[in-house]
């Protein structure tokens, strides 16, 4: 009997602790939500204004997204639709990279930037260059490297990851059918 | 058990003595993984410092009443709540180094340093002592990872702090910022301490000698 | 009474090999392939490997007496470290990583583990990969015969130009950029001492003539290098001719003859150099296939060595008369 009554104070005890951790946490999260969200906000913001390049733009989630993606943004300049923008994870060679690609209405990619990588600093980080994102400007449907766009010698893999992010942003845009599909 | 708790003595044993990187070469993980250049160390070792405190303080105020055989599961519960709320202090008011650190603030949760402390320490002193070890550690930690930072992003960015101190004639050696780097760096910085501490022990026992030998001298002269 | 026995402990059998004369072997046997390079990439190849040989040589010294130890680089093997991470670089090396490189090998990798005899890893490889720190200087390999003269200690930019080894064009799809003639005598761009197969050859066959190295561990780093390769061959290429390109390009000729002979690091059986050397085979035809580089051969050494006291110990001959 007394082996019972020792096995329920030990559940007990333990049950009170994480009680009392839970409750400290919770504490935390609700001093700290609204500031957690509006810095990832900011951060969202940051990077599609960069794309965009204009300041005074509004944005807005869009629902039912295709597996690849983590979120995908109409943008707009007041009442001017200014196009797509698509947040997505690509393998990299140190990990994935935060990617995001802005897409006008025609197809045509407006802009890339990478929100956060872990590639080889001096090498693999290169392909963050605004340089070096420049070449995908303009370009459009299915992108291959050494053909439409060049890859960061040395860093192959890098390159080669923004790349296959690039092609899944425009795959998955013109999958929900809000850009037509590659020309052929 | 002693009783008697002295902080200089505690500080001295986290920061050097005692190191829990050097010496004792606990919580590898992150020492090996964040020190990448002096700020992630810096950040790394503050967030480990600020959960050490925590969690030193609530188990050795929880000690009498937490079973024996459930001790470590309710430490590493305490632990990881604790890690969750620094996780989510620094995303709220630290968001940039919180970017670059990312992965590395949840693991702290399995960081060996803060269980060792909890289990050798905080479990079987009173309240006071237990928050100053975590202080001394959680300090012998970030110090550790602050050489290691400072080492590592000299040699392998040419810069301190992200500011460039080498020149622009320095090719930085990309190595030392990358996974070998870490632990070449680590090596040489142990292999130094080691040396540091035996110099220092050879100097102790040389002093103490020569102190005995002065007393015998002394107390044969008297007899003399 | 004149003695009639002399009594002495083991060895009983003297050989006149010392570390000295295998290392001025081995430095013999490297000269025909460093001449050559002096043709292909011009005097600069010269410059470049001494620089790495007088620097390993100095820092050996300089540990040594730091760390009051007797004073040994008359044994040459520093030297032969030199030359070797010399020949490792491409003739366009600045002089400030064939400094940093030696100092690496020497310090870190061999006299901080105890000097001659007690590294677990070959130092020049490992400086090599050392100096993957730089990765545009490492791999700025000129065009075969855009000749640099000896007394430039760093290279201009525009004399830098970076060619691709024929093992970036044959990954790149490129299989009809280079022959296999070309491989074999080594008209090709590359590191230093690595390009001519057929020197290296030569060299490889003087060693195990004056018995410094013996067999297995070439004959099974190629062999196995081959038989892979056999897996492997492209569409539209010929078995025969894309085994002998596997072979000749990179530095697989002067790691499998010269680098994983290295006694220090390999095994001592003949069965353990057997496995020794398919190991670093299997290594390198998976690192060329897969891997994000584009050569392997450093790499499969250095994990093959590291891996020595395991190949030891299931390799170690039954004690006469003991248990299987």
Same mark, same amino acid.
């Given at each position: 009997m007394s082996k019972i009554l020792q096995s329920a104070k030990i559940a007990l005890v333990l049950t009170l602790?994480? #009680?009392? /951790?839970?409750?400290?946490?919770?504490?935390?999260?609700?001093?700290?939500?609204?500031?957690? &969200?509006?810095?990832? *906000?900011?951060?969202?913001? #940051?990077? /599609?204004?960069?794309?965009?390049?204009?300041?005074?733009?509004?944005?807005?989630?869009?629902? &039912?997204?295709?597996? *690849?993606?983590?979120?995908v943004y109409t943008v707009s300049e007041g009442d001017r639709a200014l196009g797509y923008c698509v947040n997505l994870l690509t393998g990299g060679f140190g990990g994935d990279i935060?990617?995001?690609?802005?897409?006008?209405?025609?197809?045509?990619?407006?802009?890339v930037s990478i929100v956060s990588m872990s590639e080889t600093p001096g090498l693999g980080t290169k392909v963050g260059a605004a340089s070096y994102l420049a070449g995908y400007i303009g370009k459009s449907g299915e992108l291959t490297l050494g053909r439409e766009v060049d890859g960061v010698s040395g860093a192959t893999v890098s390159s080669k990851a923004v790349l296959a992010g690039v092609n899944t942003a425009l795959q998955a845009l013109s999958q929900m059918n809000l850009i037509g599909g590659e020309a052929e | 058990m002693s009783t008697k708790y002295s902080f200089g003595k505690q500080i001295r044993e986290g920061l050097f003595e005692n190191n829990p990187v050097l010496v004792q070469l606990l919580g590898m993980c992150p020492t090996l993984a964040v020190t990448t250049s002096i700020t992630n160390a810096l950040g790394m070792g503050l967030a480990a410092t600020a959960v050490l405190i925590c969690s030193n303080f609530l188990i050795s105020l929880l000690r009498k009443f937490i079973p024996k055989q459930v001790r470590i599961a309710a430490y590493i519960v305490i632990i990881s709540g604790f890690v969750t709320a620094i996780e989510l202090l620094m995303k709220a008011y630290f968001y940039d180094l919180y970017g670059s650190l990312g992965l590395f603030i949840p693991l702290i949760v399995v960081n060996c340093i803060i269980l060792a402390r909890a289990e050798?320490?905080?479990?079987?002193?009173?309240?006071?002592?237990?928050?100053?070890?975590?202080?001394?550690?959680?300090?012998?930690?970030?110090?550790a990872l602050v050489l290691l930072g400072a080492v590592r992003e000299l040699l392998g960015a040419g810069t301190l702090f992200g500011f460039a101190v080498l020149g622009s004639r320095y090719q930085p050696a990309l190595l030392f910022i990358q996974p070998p780097g870490a632990f070449l760096t680590l090596g040489l910085l142990i292999a130094a301490v080691q040396k540091i501490r035996n110099v220092m022990k050879d100097k102790k026992k040389a002093a103490k000698q020569n102190a005995q030998k002065k007393s015998e001298n002394a107390g044969e002269e008297e007899q003399a | 009474m004149p003695e009639l026995l002399t009594v002495c402990p083991s060895p009983h059998i003297k050989h006149p090999a010392t570390t000295t004369t295998v290392m001025r072997d081995v430095l013999i046997s490297l000269t025909p392939a460093l001449l050559w390079a002096c043709y292909v990439f011009g005097s600069r190849a010269i410059t470049v490997t001494a620089l790495c040989a007088i620097s390993c040589v100095f820092f050996e010294w300089l540990t040594q007496k730091l760390l009051h130890r007797p004073i040994t680089v008359?044994?040459?093997?520093?030297?032969?470290?030199?030359m070797l991470l010399g020949f490792n670089l491409p003739s366009t090396a600045p002089w400030w990583m064939c400094v940093a490189g030696s100092a690496f090998a020497i310090v870190l990798v061999k006299q901080m583990f105890g000097g001659i005899g007690k590294n677990f890893m070959n130092p020049a490889l490992a400086a090599r990969v050392f100096l993957f720190s730089w990765p545009t200087q490492i791999s700025a390999f000129p065009a075969p015969f855009h000749r640099l003269p000896f007394w430039q200690l760093t290279v201009k930019e525009a004399d830098a130009i970076a060619s691709a080894t024929p093992l970036a064009q044959m990954r790149g799809g490129e299989m009809d950029a280079v022959s296999p003639a070309d491989l074999f005598f080594g008209r090709v761009g590359g590191c230093i001492g690595e390009i001519?197969?057929?020197?290296?050859?030569?060299?490889?066959?003087y060693l195990l003539v004056r018995r410094v190295i013996t067999w297995h561990i070439p004959v099974a780093y190629l062999g196995t290098v081959a038989l892979l390769s056999c897996l492997a061959v492209p569409a539209g290429m010929e078995t025969a001719e894309y085994v002998l390109m596997q072979l000749c390009s990179g530095g697989l000729m002067l790691g499998a003859i010269f680098m994983a002979t290295d006694y220090v690091t390999s095994p001592i059986t003949s069965r353990?150099?057997?496995?020794?050397?398919?190991?670093?085979?299997?290594?390198?035809?998976?690192?060329?296939?897969?891997?994000?580089?584009?050569?392997?051969?450093?790499?499969?050494?250095?994990?093959?060595?590291s891996l020595v006291w395991y190949i030891e110990r299931i390799t170690r001959p039954r004690v006469f008369g003991g248990d299987r």
């Open positions: 602790i994480s #009680a009392l /951790i839970a409750g400290v946490v919770s504490l935390v999260n609700q001093l700290t939500y609204e500031k957690i &969200e509006e810095n990832l *906000e900011a951060d969202r913001r #940051a990077s /599609i204004t960069a794309i965009f390049g204009s300041e005074q733009l509004s944005y807005e989630p869009m629902s &039912e997204l295709p597996e *690849e993606v983590t979120g935060d990617l995001m690609v802005g897409v006008g209405e025609d197809g045509r990619i407006i802009g | 050798a320490f905080a479990s079987r002193n009173p309240v006071i002592p237990s928050i100053m070890d975590g202080v001394a550690m959680g300090l012998g930690f970030t110090f | 008359a044994d040459l093997s520093a030297a032969v470290t030199g001519s197969a057929l020197l290296l050859l030569i060299g490889g066959v353990g150099r057997l496995l020794f050397g398919a190991g670093c085979g299997v290594l390198t035809v998976l690192i060329r296939r897969f891997g994000g580089y584009v050569e392997g051969v450093s790499f499969s050494i250095l994990i093959m060595n």
